[in-house]
């Protein structure tokens, strides 16, 4: 498994393949399982679909690594209209995206100024943007952004992973600015030296991380947030919610569209809050090897396509 998930995440960044897989057909017909089409009305529809089951969205735009910071405007305009979008038809959305989409790679100032004029965007309308988390060469980078933008805006929420070791400390750090986070297990190859490999210790440390989040929660009024497909994990965090007396209406967990969904269905029937991940657009190759990878029997899926030609 650990052989097969390695490979997957190397095909990830190789720039070779990264050309030559997303043109296979057999590729782009078993991508439909996890993404619901490549532009921002296919991500609408399905986000309307979730809704009318009880279940509000978050869409983001993939795409990450920019080699040209000319492309971060775009980037940003693009956000800038779906935020219009929402509005517009008064929806119940969020925004995700990844820093290096706006040139973090390239220039801090101006992944700021563009981030600054989304997070500006999406204030006034009280929606909340959420900055995912990369790899671990951005991570320190990343927490010190968020805790930068933080003075300025509200509106605005990061995501943790639990199998780095920094991860206690991480929180640590940022619970001084009272942050919105969506903890994360992790979807990165990381080093031996910077992230757990174990998944027990994953999870351990992942539900570690949980309690401090919901006592933190509890204390500051905070958004906390769960993004997990384990159920296991799941119901160990609803039972230390109930030790801690946080309401179960506000316990939220955030879910992968396509993963899970009768789960999600069933989290809301609780009285749990849940959010759909819905993600489009044409650069979905590296994201999709990471989703390959956390679950290697995907591949075989993905074969299925190859031989029902
Ligand atoms: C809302 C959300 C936002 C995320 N944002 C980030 C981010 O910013 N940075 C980052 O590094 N990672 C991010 N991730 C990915 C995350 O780090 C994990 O890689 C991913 O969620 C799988 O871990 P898991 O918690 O679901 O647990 P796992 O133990 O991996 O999975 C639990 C169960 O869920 C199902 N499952 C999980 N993944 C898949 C899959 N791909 N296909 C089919 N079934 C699956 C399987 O049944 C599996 O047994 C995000 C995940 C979510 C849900």
């Given amino acids: 498994m650990a052989v097969m998930r390695n490979f997957l995440l190397w095909c990830s960044d190789n720039p070779t393949l990264r050309n030559k897989i997303p043109q296979l057909s057999f590729v782009q017909q078993a991508l439909k399982r996890f993404m619901p089409g490549e532009e921002i009305n296919d991500a609408i529809t399905a986000s309307k679909e979730f809704s009318d089951i009880g279940i509000p969205s978050i869409l983001t735009r993939l795409g990450e690594d920019l080699k040209n910071l000319s492309e971060a405007d775009e980037v940003t305009d693009h ?7 929402i509005a517009e038809e008064n929806l119940d ?10 040139g973090f790679s390239l220039s801090e100032e101006k992944t700021f100024e563009n981030f ?28 010190n952004f968020y805790k930068r933008l933080k003075q300025k805006r509200s509106n605005i929420g990061l995501c943790l992973q639990s199998y780095l070791f920094s991860s206690h400390q991480d929180l640590n750090d940022l619970l001084e600015v009272t942050p919105n986070i969506r903890l ?3 979807a990165y190859k990381e080093p031996h030296d910077i992230a757990l490999r174990d998944k027990f210790r994953v999870d351990e440390n992942y539900l570690d991380l949980s309690k401090k989040m919901l006592e933190a929660s509890n204390k500051d009024g905070n958004r906390m947030v769960f993004g997990t497909h384990d159920l296991k994990l799941i119901e160990a965090i609803k039972k230390e919610a109930d030790i801690l007396n946080y309401p179960q209406g506000k316990l939220e967990f955030h879910m992968l569209y396509g993963i899970k969904t009768n789960a999600q269905k069933q989290l809301v029937k609780n ?9 489009y657009g044409k650069l979905w ?18 074969l299925k396509n190859l031989f029902s030609k």
Avoid: C, H
């Fill in 116 to 143: 600054d004029k989304i997070a500006e965007r999406a204030e006034k309308l009280n929606i909340i943007v959420w900055i995912d988390m990369e790899g671990s060469q951005y991570t320190q980078r990343t927490i």
């Fill in 271 to 279: 009285g749990n809050k849940v959010r759909v991940l819905i993600s």
């Fill in 93 to 102: 959305i969020e925004i995700s995206l990844k820093l290096t989409q706006l």
């Fill in 79 to 85: 956000y800038l209209s779906v935020i219009d979008k």
């Fill in 285 to 302: 190759y590296p994201w999709y090897m990471r989703r390959l990878a956390e679950r290697p029997a995907n591949v075989i899926f993905v």
């Fill in 184 to 186: 994360v297990k992790g």
